[in-house]
């Protein structure tokens, strides 16, 4: 195997591509019943959003992002660095789920050490912060969850500047003002609006114009850019251009840093308006503190792969494993779809159960991980599970404390699901070496906290409202998700890789909150046990139960399953979004054979995603 160089050279910007929504219908699942079923749908190779070739490979949202991936692999970059400047693209042309004032997850397979690595830039609270940050204190109960998000309460400190610089740092072979030049450039010459970048803006229209220099620059004449109108962001080029020069630690310890705190501290409110953006905590001490820990991965086996994931504070990593874990305990195939979908939604009616239960970030609460993910609690759960008869949201947590018996009853209280924003986006990248990126990056809601750092072209995430914002009552089990100093909310990103005899097979990732658990799970079901292709995989209707009372379900879904599944005693409902009937934009790649890699991104979730390869099979 060659070696990954380290070449210094520059890397040629990309040309910009106009963005276009791909138009394709999505694929059905297999019809219910095992008297209707039928071979899942081969899907071919269309070049929007389905690649296929050598040298390096990579599926994002957005094309912009995509080619600026492809661009670096083809001048000799590796996936670490494609996956950089690819994040940075995204913060130029998908802004509201992809900023400097943000953070992620990234998970990394190593070809030459043979390791899979993951590195937390999970945003932490400020050091003022407590569990009765969020309460109001004439009323004893939390702030209206609008005015948390709308607010410099919820901003915490941005990790995405230092995972960049660690991910470099450890696995990277060019500089980071290299790999900036292709934003730079697409941010000053701007890029094309589509209908997802419009949509998003008239989502956040009505807040937007509240904060002064973010009306200013996503409101050009006070409304959302037309689509087919050119977008520039000429403060976000410079900001861009200073961190090439000055590096981090001006973003941590420099005038940035003061520039992002005298934000979160005094929002940029417009004069008269009547919203109630409340001031944050956050000081500059709290910034020059952050750091994105390498945290050792989540590892499970299913039916022989090995699949690796985010650790604690994401609960991505221990969800998908618990669940997968609990169904290996059950038969799912091809041949009786409905009954592998209740085997899926009865698993990840227990694995969050025992999410919410048990974790938080590590460095604050004692997460019982090597339990959540060993065989023997999954197969103390898997016996909850009545193959003919969905359970009652919500279920109780079970025990994972290595006192694992035959069929053991759960007990004790449940907490509510947690509010947490769809509006992310995930990323993946392999390179010629056979190095592979799977990459979650969020700033939370569509826009964020709404604050756009003044003259830099960015906006501050919300992330803190991933925490739980009301502290329990006397007595109730402890909630490890509350607030507190330099804490990290928990997440549900979900980068994931799997391994096939030690060599990465599948990589994929999605946006959607609390629903990326869900969707990353059904995928690998969808590819594992009931033999679709990737981009049938990816592409099928989901549903999503998080041990709520109703499972919410996109169209398709509910058209095929309903029925059968609601016989079983299931609740079944259509996904309220945003984006109604929606869950998730998810991408993936496969290895088809070595060297031979497959991209696959949505083909109309949020309007179709974009799926490149350097040198693809015609």
Sequence with gaps: MPAVPHDRSPVRPPRRLALAG?????????????????????????????????????????????????????????????????????????????????????????????????????????????????????????????????????????GTVAQWEQVLDRFGSKRLGTLLRPAIRIAERGFVV?????????????RFADIAPTRDL????????????????????????????RGPDWFYRGSLAREIVRTVKNPPVVPGASRNVRPGLMETGDLARYTAPMRRPTRVTYRGLEVYGMAPPSSGGSTVG???????????????????????????????????????????VDVPLSGLLSKGFARERACLIDPDRAATSPVPPGSPDGDYRACEPAGGATGELTHEGPQTTHLVVADKWGNVVAYNITIEQFGGSGLTVPGRGFLLNNEL????????????????????PGKRPRSSMAPTLVLRDGKPWLAVGTPGGSTIITTVLQILVNRIDLDMDLPAALAAPRATQRNTPQTLAEPAFLERYEAALEAMGHD?????????????????????????VQAVAEPVRRHGGSALVVRPVR
């Design 218 to 245: 996503f409101l050009p004449g006070g409304k959302p850019p037309e689509v087919g109108t050119t977008f520039r962001n000429p403060d976000l080029a410079r900001t861009y251009r200073e961190l090439a020069e």
């Design 572 to 596: 079944l409902a259509p996904f309220p979004g945003p984006p109604a009937g929606q869950i998730g934009a998810a991408t993936g790649l496969e290895f088809l054979r070595p060297g031979l």
């Design 22 to 158: 791909a138009l394709i219908v999505a694929l059905p699942l297999l019809a219910p019943g095992p008297a209707t079923a039928a071979a899942p749908p081969r899907t071919g190779t269309d070049p929007r959003w389905t690649a296929t070739g050598y040298g390096g490979a990579v599926a994002t949202v957005d094309p912009d992002a995509s080619r600026t991936a492809i661009e670096v692999l083809r001048k000799g970059g590796n996936a670490a660095d494609a996956a950089v400047a690819a994040a940075a693209t995204l913060g130029v042309t998908e802004p509201y789920v992809a900023a400097l004032g943000g953070g992620g997850f990234f998970t990394y397979y190593d070809a030459r050490t043979r390791r899979v690595h993951t590195i937390d830039g999970r945003e932490t609270a400020p050091a003022r912060m407590n569990e009765r940050s969020f309460v109001d204190p004439a009323t004893g109960r939390a702030i209206p969850f609008d005015q948390a998000v709308t607010s410099g309460l919820s901003v915490g400190v941005p």
């Design 194 to 206: 589509d209908q997802e970048f419009h949509d998003q803006t008239a989502v956040n229209a009505d």
């Design 322 to 364: 618990e669940a997968l874990n609990i169904l290996e305990n059950f038969r799912l195939s091809e041949d009786d779809p409905v009954q592998a979908m209740h085997y899926y939604l009865e698993a990840s009616r227990l694995a969050y159960a025992d999410r919410g239960r048990y974790v938080g970030d590590p460095d604050h």
């Design 465 to 484: 409202t991933d925490f739980t914002l009301q502290p329990p009552a006397p007595g109730a089990a402890p909630d490890p998700n509350l607030p507190g």
